[in-house]
């Protein structure tokens, strides 16, 4: 399951260099990968290897597979916090939102700290052949909480953006379930706290490396999917065939005058977007739509191919 991660996160970087589209969201995205491709080795250490190591390094190797599991985890989460706020004009919502980061990394560092202030007062566990720490019912907790308070803000910040926009409830869907991935990560995580409330043993270990991959795995969902979209609608657009119109639905802001270090300004109209492409509209409801007083969904069409931005087929 790591290997999935890092090559679903490889491919996503692909497609941002080769868009030109590298941010801060892909940043968090590449730093989770090489965090993964750690875990994945002292896991290996820890579960494989630990017999030729002194009791001192088999227990350092637990304490490195709880720090890496974390890391992993929170990185994926920033950088789907990160892709949120990329989609954000900017204003009051996107400026919550960086400062949401602040809590996700306390969150991520309490977890860690967690771990010490538990199994340190109780150091009988270092004794064991393979060192593994009975984190009990408190740390259960603490991820529970945690994880669904991160994944909820992940699932509901997304929503202002097409709240106040004319779509059908389909379409309106639809947007949606593409930022709805994160609930993902929630089910995998309750089945973790399982195994640490119930000292889960080497089903603890293995279910933590599978929520850490399960969690970059998602971080990339959105680009990835988008990439695959947009190259199979260039496929189906290639071919012969009767030309017809198309709704894109545009989610981002029109460049103001002298801003010129927009990092959302990146498609060659000069405007950030990431672009959906719903179902086809009519030709009468061509229109701009505003939702509320900066965000901006704007609904065109057009004929034949269409070039630049992202485009999510319906």
């Not at 579960?47 to 002194?54: C, E, I, R, T, W």
């Not at 969902?221 to 071919?239: A, G, I, N, Q």
């Not at 990146?266 to 509209?281: H, R, S």
């Amino acid at each position: 399951m790591p290997l999935v991660a890092i090559v679903v996160t490889s491919f996503r970087l692909y497609c941002r260099v080769r868009q030109g589209r590298l941010w801060t969201d892909d940043l968090w995205a590449a730093l989770a990968m090489i965090l993964v491709l750690g875990l994945l080795v002292v896991d290996w250490l820890y579960l494989q290897d630990y017999g030729n190591f002194p009791q001192s390094a088999r227990v350092a190797l637990y304490y490195m597979v709880c720090l890496f599991f974390y890391a992993v985890v929170w990185c994926s989460r920033i950088s789907i916090l990160f892709t949120v706020v990329r989609l954000t004009v900017p204003g009051t919502l996107r400026r919550v939102l960086k400062f949401t980061t602040i809590a996700f990394v306390t969150a991520w560092a309490v977890l860690f700290a967690q771990v010490f202030w538990v199994c340190e007062p109780e150091p009988g566990w270092k004794t064991q052949p393979r060192p593994q720490c009975d984190l009990g019912r408190n740390v259960a907790i603490a991820q529970i909480i945690t994880d669904v308070f991160g994944d909820t803000i992940l699932i509901l910040a997304p929503c202002r953006l097409i709240y106040k926009v004319r779509l059908t409830r389909a379409q309106k869907i639809r947007v949606l379930a593409i930022f709805s991935t994160s609930a993902i990560t929630t089910v995998v995580s309750l089945a973790h706290a399982y195994y640490v409330l119930s000292d889960g043993g080497l089903k603890e270990a293995v279910s933590a490396m599978f929520e850490a991959s399960v969690s970059l795995i998602v971080a990339n969902l959105s680009v990835v999917v988008t990439f695959l979209m947009r190259m199979s609608s260039e496929d189906e657009t290639s071919s012969p065939a009767p030309l017809k119109f198309s709704s894109i639905v545009t989610f981002g802001s029109q460049p103001r005058r002298g801003r010129v270090s927009n990092p959302l300004a990146t498609t060659v109209i000069g405007v950030e977007t990431t672009t959906i492409k719903l179902t086809d509209l009519p030709y009468s409801q061509s229109s701009v739509l505003k939702g509320g007083n900066t965000d901006e969904i704007s609904v065109n069409h057009t004929e034949g191919k269409q070039s630049g931005g992202e485009i999510w087929e319906a």
